[in-house]
C-alpha cells in the first residue's frame, strides 16, 4: 500500500550546523514530493518540491535529494537557524490522473531542534 | 503575502452536535481540500474539491461529512453527528491551476468532540 515515513522522528542540531531530514517512501508509482515545515499552531508550510523526473532541486537554504532507486527523500538545511526548529514532513503524490493532484500522503513528522 | 484563513482557531462540542469548519483559500486558487490530524498522527486527506464538487474523497469522509463553497470565497466542512474520534485539527488547503500539487495550508481549526 502507499505510505510515506520518516526514519528519524527528532533531531537536534547547533545553531550554524548543516540538518539533513530523511524520509522513506514505499509507493513507487509517486511521482512528486514536498516537503513541509510545520511551527507551533500554524498548518503546514510550503518549502520544496520535486518531481520524479529529478534527481535534486536546490532552494534557499534548503537542498532535496530524491533517490528513486531506494526510494528515500531527503531535506538539507544549510546553516541552520533557531527559526528553523519546527515538525518536517514530507509527502507524496501520486498522480493517478486529474482528481488525484491534491491527494498527498504525509509522512510522521521530524522535530528538528536547533540550540543557539 | 496571500494566505489561507481558517475560523475558529478552536473548536469544542458536544458528541452528536452538527460542527461547521469555516475557511476562505488564496483568492486566486480554484481547488480546495481538506486534511486533518488527529494528535501524534499523520496528516490525512478528506477531500478534495473542484468546479462545486468533490473531486475525490478518502474513506474518512462517509455520509457525516459535506463541504460546500457557498459563495465566492468561503469553503466548508460539515460533520453532521460528530463523534469523540473526529477529535482533531482539521486543516484547509487550497492550490491554483498551474501547481496542482503545491498546496497551501492554513493553520487549521482544533476541533474537540466531548
Known amino acids: 500500500g502507499e505510505s510515506v515515513g520518516l526514519h528519524l522522528p527528532t533531531l537536534s542540531v547547533q545553531e550554524g550546523d548543516n540538518s539533513i531530514i530523511n524520509c522513506a517512501y514505499s509507493n513507487s508509482a509517486s511521482d512528486y514530493f514536498i516537503w513541509y515545515k510545520q511551527e507551533s499552531g500554524k498548518g503546514p508550510q510550503f518549502i520544496i518540491d520535486?518531481?520524479?523526473?529529478?534527481d535534486k532541486r536546490q532552494g534557499q537554504r534548503v537542498t532535496v535529494l530524491l533517490n528513486k532507486t531506494v526510494k528515500h527523500l531527503s531535506l538539507q538545511i544549510a546553516a541552520t537557524q533557531p527559526g528553523d526548529s519546527a515538525v518536517y514532513f514530507c509527502?507524496?503524490?501520486?498522480?493517478?490522473?486529474?482528481?488525484?493532484?491534491?491527494?498527498?500522503?504525509f509522512g510522521q513528522g521530524t522535530i528538528l531542534t536547533v540550540h543557539p | 503575502e496571500p494566505e489561507v484563513t481558517q475560523t475558529p482557531s478552536h473548536q469544542v462540542t458536544q458528541m452528536g452536535q452538527e460542527v461547521i469548519l469555516r475557511c476562505v483559500p488564496i483568492s486566486n486558487h480554484l481547488y480546495f481540500y481538506w486534511y486533518r490530524q488527529i494528535l501524534g498522527q499523520k496528516v490525512e486527506f478528506l477531500v478534495s474539491f473542484y468546479n462545486n464538487e468533490i473531486s475525490e474523497k478518502s474513506e474518512i469522509f462517509d455520509d457525516q461529512f459535506s463541504v460546500e463553497r457557498p459563495d465566492g470565497s468561503n469553503f466548508t466542512l460539515k460533520i453532521r453527528s460528530t463523534k469523540l474520534e473526529d477529535s482533531a485539527m482539521y486543516f484547509c488547503?487550497?492550490?491554483?491551476?498551474?501547481?496542482?500539487?503545491?498546496?497551501?495550508f492554513g493553520s487549521g481549526t482544533q476541533l474537540s468532540v466531548l
Open positions: 520535486i518531481r520524479s523526473n529529478m
Open positions: 509527502a507524496e503524490n501520486r498522480n493517478a490522473g486529474g482528481t488525484s493532484y491534491g491527494k498527498l500522503t
Open positions: 488547503a487550497s492550490s491554483e491551476a498551474s501547481g496542482l500539487r503545491k498546496l497551501f
